[in-house]
């Protein structure tokens, strides 16, 4: 016999105690039910109900074996309910929009490969923008850049990006090996959005400001168009472009520091957060040159003779 | 010698030779790399006058005496009028008794390049000591005959007058620029005396450490320290000057740990005597050859 279906006929019979109205709520005549709960109080050899009196009551084994049958009945409707969800299950991420294509495929593509059943869902948003998107619940897990503060947010491992500097080709400072912060004085800085990017733009500017340079302006936005026409200088990692020039920064006081973050309440997507987490730090520092952040030396000050003088 | 150098009359070195034009100078130099010995030159081997540069390897027997307790460096001395030496700057340029330590003068010879200094020192350490230092460490081209006050003289003698000497048809002989009867060096035995210092061979470690913080203390800012005009960059060296002669041999540290010994020789063009052009193209030249030595 089917146990689970016999057990849901039980417990229709004891909430509406009478079996026209349960056959009615079950969509069944009241015979064949009569006789399901006569051969499913066999099984268990018990009866269930009293049917001596003019009204149906439940017995006492049949109200203690109640609390079991739904117990029972929810647990299979749950396995079910997960295995149609685990079909389609998303995880939704948050990627910074200027994380190069190649890293946000190898995040893909990584994540896939420990996790064929699940898909992933990268949408391109700003750091402070994915913070209130993690605490809506719109994604799951998010790539922040630090400094980033939000309480109820946890944060994988950070990782630190040296960040050197993109010049229009014909810019003078392309011909040399490495560029000195210093060196920028005079040129416009091309940054992305200070609100999406606060904490980021903030550090940056004010290390900027400790080496030497104090850009004349600082414009706003994801898209190189400014660096190529030769009005901006911008920071990123290592890159090949048509019409620009990347150069290093003496001594690495640019960086780019990333983590992934997650609401501390997001219990039901916990492990899939941890493989993304695990899959980010590894793609990050494979294919886009990340490293732990304790790699970054600490900067020494030269003194010369002078500066007091 | 087989010179390894990288030669830089080739498609992918620094063009040198039009950087130096530019500036109104002839250049000569030899950079370094104190760790792996990456190198690159442009005339690194043409023996030259090293004007105070001398004060240099003057500095290292004076330490490598002190290490031997040959002389206390703490011990004082009196410098008097008769002591004294022409000289712009320092107790040359004091008009009393100066009583000082040893190390302290060694200290004014190179910070300010005091000539008084310098040849108290020299009296004290030995012009032969110091050649006999340069000759245990093969610097085989590298020569001092002279005290300050020699130089001083020569060019007197040479002239038949005193400073200044704007002249061209005088300057051309001037003894002090020939490196045959001058104290002399290349640019590439520069470096090498002072990557020996940099990697405490040249005397004790504690003398060496010494000597590379008072070579940092040097006060000139518009020659090699020029081109690298950065909090996080220390430069260290010593300046020579000459009618037409600018130079400086010395260290350069960057952030990421590694350093470089880096020695530039001009002659200028011009006999004129303020040329900020030719000073900085000291620096310009060392930047290009350190970046080019970190490509």
């Excluded at chain 1, 079991?68 to 685990?86: P, S, Y």
């Excluded at chain 2, 020299?122 to 610097?139: E, P």
């Excluded at chain 2, 203390?217 to 005009?229: I, T």
Aim: overall charge negative; charged content about 25%.
């Amino acid at each position: 016999m089917d146990l689970v279906r016999h057990l849901r006929y039980f417990i229709a019979v004891a909430e509406e105690l009478h079996f026209g109205n349960a056959a009615i709520r079950l969509g069944m005549a009241q015979p064949p039910l009569s006789q399901r709960i006569k051969r499913l109080e066999e099984e268990l050899g018990t009866r269930l109900f009293d049917r001596s009196a003019r009204q149906v009551r439940l017995t006492e084994s049949g109200r203690l074996l109640l609390a079991e049958a739904r117990e029972i009945v929810a647990r299979v409707d749950r396995l079910h309910e997960l295995a149609r969800h685990g079909e389609d299950t998303v995880l939704k991420v948050g990627v910074p929009p200027d994380l190069a294509a190649a890293v946000i495929a190898a995040l893909v593509a990584g994540f896939r490969e420990t996790n064929p059943e699940v898909r992933l869902a990268p949408a391109e948003i700003w750091t402070a923008d994915q913070v209130t998107a993690l605490a809506e619940g719109a994604i799951d897990v998010g790539l922040v850049r630090h400094p980033v503060s939000a309480p109820g947010l946890q944060f994988g491992e950070i990782l630190v990006q040296l960040q050197g500097v993109l010049l229009a080709a014909g810019d003078p400072l392309a011909g040399v090996g490495e560029v000195h912060l210093a060196d920028l004085a005079g040129r416009e800085l091309l940054m992305p959005p200070r609100e999406g990017e606060p904490g980021m733009h903030a550090e940056m500017l004010s290390e900027c400001r400790r080496h030497g340079y104090v850009p004349p302006q600082v414009h706003q936005g994801a898209g190189l168009g400014l660096v190529l026409a030769g009005a901006a200088v911008a920071f990123g990692p290592k890159a090949e472009l048509p019409g620009l020039a990347w150069r290093p920064l003496l001594g690495s006081p640019i960086t780019c520091r990333v983590s992934t973050a997650w609401r501390v309440a997001t219990a039901p997507m916990n492990e899939l957060v941890g493989d993304f987490s695990a899959v980010a730090v590894r793609t990050l520092k494979e294919s886009a040159g990340m490293t732990d952040e304790g790699a970054v030396p600490a900067r020494r000050i030269s003194r010369r003779p002078g500066m007091l003088a | 010698m087989i010179d390894r150098t990288e030669r830089t009359t080739g498609h992918h070195g620094p063009d040198f030779e039009t950087l130096f034009r530019a500036a109104g100078v002839t250049g000569w130099l030899y950079a370094a790399d104190i760790d792996s010995g990456r190198d690159v030159g442009h005339g690194a081997d043409e023996p030259l006058p090293t004007a105070s540069m001398f004060k240099v390897p003057l500095l290292v027997e004076f330490c490598r005496q002190a290490d031997a307790g040959l002389l206390d460096p703490t011990s004082r001395v009196t410098v008097t009028a008769d002591d004294r030496v022409p000289g712009p700057t320092g107790i040359s340029a004091m008009l009393d008794d100066v009583t000082i330590s040893l190390r302290d003068l060694a200290y004014l010879m190179i910070a300010v390049s005091d000539n008084s200094s310098a040849d108290v020192l020299l009296g004290r350490v030995g012009i032969d000591a110091v050649n006999a230092m340069l000759a245990h460490h093969g610097l085989a081209s590298t020569r001092v005959s002279q005290s300050a006050r020699e130089l001083n003289e020569s060019m007197r003698r040479d002239t038949g007058h005193g400073w200044p000497y704007l002249d061209p048809d005088e300057v051309a002989r001037l003894s002090a620029l020939d490196p045959a009867r001058a104290n002399s060096s290349t640019p590439r035995e520069m470096v090498r005396l002072f990557g020996l210092i940099w990697r405490d061979e040249a005397a004790s470690r504690a003398s060496c450490a010494w000597m590379r913080t008072v070579l940092n203390m040097q006060v000139w800012p518009h020659r090699l320290a020029s081109g690298f005009p950065y909090d996080d960059v220390a430069v260290s060296g010593k300046t020579g000057t000459l009618p037409t002669l600018r130079c400086e041999s010395g260290v350069v540290e960057y952030p990421d740990g590694r350093r470089y010994a880096v020695a530039v020789f001009t002659r200028s063009f011009s006999t004129a005597l303020i040329q900020p052009r030719a000073d900085a193209v000291i620096g310009t030249a060392a930047r290009m050859a350190v970046d080019h030595l970190r490509r």
